[in-house]
């Protein structure tokens, strides 16, 4: 059950910030890397790609971005959504890659190459995101500890 006084608020500000960074980090690896190989295969619309994983990488310097980023999430279902989101994301992009990498002829076409690195990149950066929100909720937690203590 709940043990913690009513006074004591449960925040979840590292898990928070560190997930935001994650999400923002594949998003823009899928755009800045898609629109990549959208622009090697003479796809104007790789420009709109890029564009937006600029402007993913922006996103922090904008002040509503950072009005978000200083305030605390005190729902108490905040890390069950970002783990079972990390975990889709995970599920997702690995299978797609496991598609890839099932093909014996992947490696001959270029294009095809080219896939498999994006998708890999991206299981990679959801995996070291999962990893980097299960430390961030260790921190989160330890705090808590100690404002009971």
């Given at each position: 059950?709940?043990e913690r006084?009513?006074?004591?608020?449960?925040?979840?500000?590292k898990?928070?910030?560190?997930?935001?960074?994650?999400?923002?980090?594949?998003?823009?690896w899928?755009?800045?890397?898609?629109?990549?190989?959208l622009?090697?295969?003479?796809?104007?619309?790789?420009?709109?790609?890029?564009a937006?994983?600029?402007?993913?990488?922006?996103?922090?310097?904008?002040?509503?971005?950072?009005?978000?980023?200083?305030?605390?999430n005190?729902?108490?279902?905040?890390?069950?959504i970002?783990?079972?989101?990390?975990?889709v994301?995970?599920i997702?992009y690995?299978s797609?890659l496991?598609?890839?990498?099932?093909?014996p002829?992947?490696?001959?076409?270029?294009?095809?190459?080219?896939a498999v690195f994006?998708?890999?990149?991206?299981?990679a950066?959801?995996?070291?995101?999962l990893l980097?929100?299960?430390?961030?909720l260790?921190?989160?937690?330890?705090?808590?500890?100690?404002q009971l203590?």
């Amino acid at each position: 059950m709940d043990e913690r006084p009513d006074n004591v608020e449960l925040e979840h500000l590292k898990l928070k910030r560190v997930s935001t960074i994650g999400f923002i980090a594949v998003l823009a690896w899928f755009s800045i890397v898609g629109g990549v190989m959208l622009l090697l295969s003479d796809d104007a619309l790789g420009w709109i790609s890029l564009a937006l994983g600029v402007g993913l990488l922006l996103i922090p310097l904008f002040p509503p971005f950072k009005v978000y980023w200083g305030t605390s999430n005190l729902a108490r279902v905040f890390p069950v959504i970002v783990f079972a989101a990390n975990l889709v994301l995970i599920i997702l992009y690995g299978s797609v890659l496991l598609a890839y990498l099932s093909d014996p002829f992947v490696f001959y076409n270029d294009q095809s190459t080219f896939a498999v690195f994006l998708w890999a990149g991206a299981t990679a950066l959801s995996v070291i995101a999962l990893l980097a929100n299960i430390v961030a909720l260790i921190i989160d937690r330890r705090q808590l500890s100690r404002q009971l203590a």
